[in-house]
Nanobody, 115 residues
Framework: QVQLVESGGGLVQTGGSLRLSCAAS????????MGWYRQAPGKQREVVAV???????TYADSVKGRFTISRDNAKNTVYLQMNSLKPEDTAVFYC?????????WGQGTQVTVSS
C-alpha cells in the first residue's frame, strides 16, 4: 500500500504561481511513476505531468512550458511548479503513484485561478 498526502493548493490570480507537493509513504520502494492529474468541474480527470523514477517527464500539451514536475526520491516526494497560471487551470489536482501496476491517489488539492 502507498499513501499520498498533497499540499500547496490555493487561490491565485491569472499569471501567478503555485507549487504543489505530494509526499508518499508506505510501500514506496515499489513506486515507479509518480505524477499529477487534475479534474475540473464537469470534466474527466486528465493527466497533467508524470515522472518516472529515473527522471523522465511527460507533460500535457496544455501545460508545457508553464508547469514543471520534479521528484526527490530521497524524500519520496513529487512536486509540481505551476507558473503563468490561467483560469482554465482551475481544478482539483490529484497526486498519483503507480506501484506494481496499481494506481494510488491522494485526496486532492484545489487550485483556483481567478481572472
Amino acid at each position: 500500500q502507498v499513501q499520498l498526502v498533497e499540499s500547496g493548493g490555493g487561490l491565485v490570480q491569472t499569471g501567478g504561481s503555485l507549487r504543489l507537493s505530494c509526499a508518499a509513504s508506505g510501500s514506496i520502494f515499489s513506486i515507479n511513476v509518480m505524477g499529477w492529474y487534475r479534474q475540473a468541474p464537469g470534466k474527466q480527470r486528465e493527466v497533467v505531468a508524470v515522472m518516472t523514477k529515473g527522471g523522465s517527464a511527460t507533460y500535457a500539451d496544455s501545460v508545457k512550458g508553464r508547469f514543471t514536475i520534479s521528484r526527490d526520491n530521497a524524500k519520496n516526494t513529487v512536486y509540481l511548479q505551476m507558473n503563468s497560471l490561467k483560469p482554465e487551470d482551475t481544478a482539483v489536482f490529484y497526486c498519483n503513484a503507480n506501484a506494481r501496476a496499481t494506481n494510488y491517489w491522494g485526496q486532492g488539492t484545489q487550485v483556483t485561478v481567478s481572472s
